[in-house]
């Protein structure tokens, strides 16, 4: 909270979505709202072949098909910008500057293991 209320520039919220977190989305919109966020990216993992819907029902959570942005589609969620970025379907090309400072025209993000390869979490 306290990021947010002394950040001097609008903030945007990038926010990875697995299988450990995607029943909380609902929650953790309320909260970024409820703080002032007006932008939020939900991503997917890098290769992860799954459609949003596995994860997500907009309707569900709230939100309002409002256009698209290279590719990827924009919600409206009581005033604040909601995107499912999907890196291998978005029309965005880039040039990306590492920690490293290697730059290269491909991202360096872990890629997702293929479904039959994620192991369920069971709860005794």
């Known amino acids: 909270e306290q990021i947010v209320r002394q950040?001097?520039?609008p903030l945007k919220i990038?926010?990875?979505?697995?299988e450990h977190n995607a029943g909380e989305m609902g929650y953790f919109l309320r909260r970024c709202r409820?703080?002032?966020?007006?932008r939020i990216v939900l991503r997917k993992l890098y290769g992860d072949q799954r459609s949003?819907?596995?994860w997500l029902d907009p309707q569900v959570l709230g939100?309002?098909?409002e256009g698209r942005y290279r590719g990827n589609p924009v919600y409206d969620y009581g005033g604040m910008e909601v995107t499912l970025?999907?890196?291998d379907l978005t029309e965005s090309r880039s040039i990306n500057?590492?920690?490293?400072?290697?730059?290269?025209?491909?991202y360096h993000l872990v890629k997702?293991?293929?479904?039959?390869?994620?192991?369920?979490?069971?709860?005794v």
């Open 34 to 38: 409820e703080l002032g966020i007006r």
């Open 63 to 65: 939100l309002k098909l």
């Open 7 to 9: 950040a001097q520039v």
């Open 112 to 123: 997702a293991r293929p479904v039959y390869e994620v192991n369920p979490v069971t709860v």
């Open 14 to 18: 990038s926010c990875l979505v697995t």
């Open 85 to 87: 970025w999907d890196f």
């Open 97 to 106: 500057l590492f920690s490293s400072g290697e730059i290269s025209t491909s």
């Open 52 to 54: 949003w819907s596995a």
